[in-house]
Structures are given as C-alpha cells and as structure tokens.
C-alpha cells in the first residue's frame, strides 16, 4: 500500500515536499515513481527512481524536481522547487517489483495529493 502525503497550496516559485511512504520494504522494489494528472489531461510520469538509483524526469521539472528514496523510512520523495502555475494537479505515487525495459511499468499505485500553485 502506497500512501501519498505533502500536497497543498503554494504560490508560484515556492517549494513542497511530497512523500509516498509504503506499507512494505521499498528496498524490495525495482522503481517508484510519480506521476501527475491536471484537471481534463491524462496521467503523466513527473520522475522516477529505478533500482540503484538512476532518475528520469519529465522535460518540463528538470532542474527544479528532485526525486529520492529513503530505505530505512521506506519512503519516496518529491521536492518540488519553483514551482510553476502549470504544476498543478494531483500527484500520485506508483511502485513496481518487477524489472522491465526500457522503462518500468506500475503496478501499485498510492492515492493522490494534490498541488494547486497559484500565480
């Protein structure tokens, strides 16, 4: 089970914190990830984390997201900084056990928390 927290209200070129924390071990998990979804739009990969630690990220947060993984707290992180209006949305968490290529595909996927960023 996946537990998605830290979403809110912030205004543009602030910072948040989410975190997805699981219910298992995330050392047993070959990647995690997350993904947003804006009001009308379909769901999209924001970052990922896979197996040793290599991170993709979407073009649109390089340089201003931050993906990371606690072991011991069995916790994922997102830092989000400068965050921008078109950020809003409700950001999901998603985890997998099983190796793939290219990219992992999610089977488990937390509740949303969601972002609003104002201008």
């Known amino acids: 089970q996946l537990q998605a927290s830290g979403g809110g209200l912030v205004q543009a070129g602030g910072s948040l914190r989410l975190a997805c924390a699981t219910s298992g071990s995330i050392s047993t998990m070959y990647a995690m990830a997350w993904y947003r979804q804006a009001p009308g739009k379909q769901r999209d990969l924001v970052a990922e984390i896979i197996s040793r630690g290599m991170t993709n990220y979407a073009d649109s947060v390089k340089g201003r997201f931050t993906i990371s993984r606690d072991n011991a707290k069995n916790t994922v992180y997102l830092q989000m900084n400068s965050l921008e209006p078109e950020d809003t949305a409700v950001y999901y968490c998603?985890?997998?056990?099983?190796?793939?290529?290219?990219?992992?595909?999610?089977?488990?996927w937390g509740q949303g928390t969601e972002v609003t960023v104002s201008s």
């Open positions: 998603a985890a997998t056990e099983r190796p793939a290529r290219p990219l992992p595909i999610y089977d488990y």
